[in-house]
């Protein structure tokens, strides 16, 4: 059990960092141009990408 709480967490971080990222840059856009991006599917998609990103990160960083 303790495993996957582990991993849960991990992937968790990775959402949050994605989530920040996606506000901020959604954040300059709408400064600059007047544009907004941030929506329902662009947090759905920061939410399956990071944990499709965590299983890529671990892939990766395996094989080197």
Same mark, same amino acid.
């Given at each position: 059990?303790?495993?996957?709480?582990?991993?849960?967490?991990?992937?968790?971080?990775?959402?949050?960092?994605?989530?920040?990222?996606?506000?901020?840059?959604?954040? *300059?856009?709408?400064?600059? *141009?007047?544009?907004?991006?941030?929506?329902?599917?662009?947090?759905? !998609?920061?939410?399956?990408?990071? *944990?499709?990103?965590?299983? !890529?990160?671990?892939?990766?960083?395996?094989?080197?």
């Amino acid at each position: 059990m303790g495993d996957r709480f582990k991993n849960f967490l991990e992937s968790l971080i990775l959402i949050v960092i994605l989530l920040a990222i996606y506000w901020v840059l959604g954040f *300059f856009i709408l400064k600059i *141009f007047g544009k907004e991006i941030r929506n329902e599917k662009g947090y759905g !998609a920061c939410v399956i990408g990071g *944990f499709i990103l965590k299983i !890529a990160l671990i892939s990766i960083l395996k094989h080197q």
